[in-house]
């Protein structure tokens, strides 16, 4: 599965660093990075940040 | 055999989820969703920031502007029956009752209807009177929010110290009343309020703390120290009251929203749930006092708990125990990220831990909040999102159910 974060959308609310640590994380100068390329065990952990995004930033496929 | 017949009421942020959650859990589940708006699902967080700021600035057209605030959803087309534009008037026998006399034959009956702005007790110039909750609130309020228009804020709460940031990027004149001695006094505690009132005055805003309304007139509104000033516009914010009429004879105690047990049941009632805004359960990780608590991720979180307790007892079984959800909300104000974890409005005392509240906006301030010494909430202004995730984290800890601490200063 693919992760992708919308830059142009997303507010650093973090909602997704809580959801799925081990996919979404900040960085020191609290800029957002994710891993790109998850495996299906990953799955629920992603969709439940994507949910949990109030901007609607995160787009899996 | 068809798998449980599930009617939830309110197609919002809560509704919309616990049909996804219930969809994940019970495939075979038949799932109906309530909603008395007519339009799809939506989230409601940007009306009072960049939705009405859109909508007052009219160069994006308004389906536009909607169709951002549309919530995308997991479900398929027709995995769910949706009836919106329809409210629900009661439940008779078990099953819910809509207002076109439909009766939805139901087994469970998940109560997602939200909260709806609380209004003055006072007439007068109703034409020029607004509230903010639906989409349609924002379209009718941003029509007025013209540069140079004198706009008066009654209630500084989130929604309404939100709205008169907006208004001062769009060039209002904007005055905010508040009856308590500062603005947004119960959710931040004394000193994050009155550094935030501050905030709000170096952008303009006349804030009149400690004040109410004695009269609204055509094109003024009178205070209770006689003040009169001058309104084009008039937005009230006075908090908000639940939409629980409908569950009325359901057996359920509608005290202030829904009172619920551990697993989102209604006290009072074998299938009734709810959700979102109305529901009033207690919270482990603080005490065992039932609250309503009117955060956006409050219906994920409540969704995510009613689908499993559906699922489980629909398998014969009990969910896990314990429901424990870590709040965080948030505001933003002329470009001020507020950001908080925890119950702040629970504390006694509030620290700094870094920054300084006097310069809040210019530099980022972090305030710890505790209750008989226990840390119960962080809120960070503007703070570095990677320094605030480490505080989280140190609340997170010390909220424990293992903690010592907490278990020493659990009340009733």
């Given at each position: 599965?693919k992760?992708?974060?919308?830059m142009s ?11 799925a640590?081990e ?7 609290g800029g957002?990075?994710?891993v790109?390329?998850i495996?299906?065990v990953?799955?629920?952990d992603?969709?439940?940040a ?12 | 055999m068809?798998?449980p017949?599930i009617?939830i ?11 996804e ?15 008395d708006e007519?339009h799809l699902?939506?989230?409601r ?10 909508l007052?600035?009219g160069?994006?057209p308004e ?6 605030l549309v919530l995308?959803s997991k479900?398929?087309?027709?995995q769910v029956?949706?009836r919106?534009?329809?409210a629900?008037?009661g ?7 809509l ?14 209807t939200g909260?709806r702005p609380r209004?003055l007790a006072?007439?007068g110039?109703m034409d020029?009177?607004?509230v ?9 309020l941003?029509a007025?929010?013209r540069?140079?228009a ?8 989130f929604i309404?110290?939100e709205?008169?940031a907006?208004a ?6 904007v005055?905010?009343i508040?009856?308590?001695p ?10 994050v309020?009155a550094a935030m009132?501050a905030?709000?005055r170096?952008?303009?805003v006349?804030v009149?703390?400690?004040?109410s309304?004695e009269?609204?007139e055509?094109d003024?509104v ?15 914010a ?11 004879g359901?057996g ?7 009172l619920l ?15 979102g805004d ?17 955060h956006?991720c409050v219906?994920?979180q ?10 489980a ?7 896990a125990?314990?429901?424990a959800?870590?709040?965080s909300f948030?505001s ?5 990220r ?7 409005t629970?504390a006694e005392?509030?620290t700094?831990v ?12 972090i305030?710890?909040?505790a209750?008989?010494?226990?840390l119960?909430g962080v809120?960070?202004?503007?703070a ?5 995730a ?23």
């Amino acid at each position: 599965m693919k992760v992708h974060v919308d830059m142009s959308i997303c507010l650093l609310h973090g909602q997704c660093v809580i959801a799925a640590p081990e996919i979404f994380s900040f960085d020191d100068a609290g800029g957002l990075v994710w891993v790109a390329e998850i495996d299906e065990v990953q799955a629920g952990d992603a969709e439940a940040a994507s949910d949990a995004c109030p901007e609607q930033a995160i787009v899996l496929g | 055999m068809g798998g449980p017949r599930i009617t939830i009421v309110g197609a919002s942020l809560a509704g919309l989820r616990t049909a996804e959650a219930l969809m994940a859990e019970l495939p075979g589940a038949r799932v109906t969703l309530v909603g008395d708006e007519p339009h799809l699902p939506y989230n409601r967080p940007p009306l009072s920031k960049d939705g009405i700021e859109a909508l007052a600035q009219g160069e994006t057209p308004e389906t536009e502007v909607f169709d951002k605030l549309v919530l995308r959803s997991k479900l398929a087309p027709g995995q769910v029956e949706m009836r919106l534009g329809t409210a629900a008037t009661g439940i008779e026998g078990g099953d819910v009752r809509l207002a076109d006399g439909t009766l939805i034959r139901s087994d469970w009956i998940v109560a997602a209807t939200g909260i709806r702005p609380r209004r003055l007790a006072l007439s007068g110039a109703m034409d020029r009177r607004h509230v903010l909750r639906s989409f349609d609130d924002a379209r009718a309020l941003a029509a007025g929010l013209r540069p140079g228009a004198r706009l008066v804020v009654i209630g500084a709460g989130f929604i309404g110290c939100e709205i008169a940031a907006t208004a001062r990027k769009l060039g209002l004149h904007v005055t905010l009343i508040e009856p308590a001695p500062q603005p947004m006094l119960r959710a931040l505690g004394a000193r994050v309020a009155a550094a935030m009132a501050a905030f709000h005055r170096r952008h303009g805003v006349t804030v009149l703390t400690g004040r109410s309304l004695e009269r609204i007139e055509a094109d003024r509104v009178i205070l209770d120290d006689g003040q009169a000033i001058e309104a084009d516009l008039i937005v009230e914010a006075l908090g908000s009251l639940p939409n629980t009429e409908w569950l009325a004879g359901s057996g359920a105690d509608l005290g202030d929203g829904v009172l619920l047990d551990a697993r989102l049941i209604a006290e009072g009632t074998e299938n009734l749930l709810a959700v979102g805004d109305i529901a009033r359960f207690a919270n482990p990780l603080f005490d065992a006092v039932p609250r309503r608590v009117e955060h956006w991720c409050v219906p994920g979180q409540t969704a995510k708990r009613a689908a499993e307790t559906i699922a489980a007892r629909t398998r014969g079984e009990d969910p896990a125990p314990d429901f424990a959800p870590m709040p965080s909300f948030w505001s933003d104000q002329y470009g001020l990220r507020l950001q908080a974890f925890g119950a702040p409005t629970l504390a006694e005392t509030q620290t700094v831990v870094e920054g300084d509240l006097s310069r809040i906006g210019a530099a980022p301030v972090i305030v710890e909040y505790a209750r008989a010494g226990q840390l119960v909430g962080v809120i960070g202004l503007g703070a570095n999102p990677a320094t605030l995730a480490r505080h989280r984290a140190r609340l997170v800890a010390a909220l424990a159910p293992s903690s010592p601490a907490l278990s020493s200063n659990v009340t009733a």
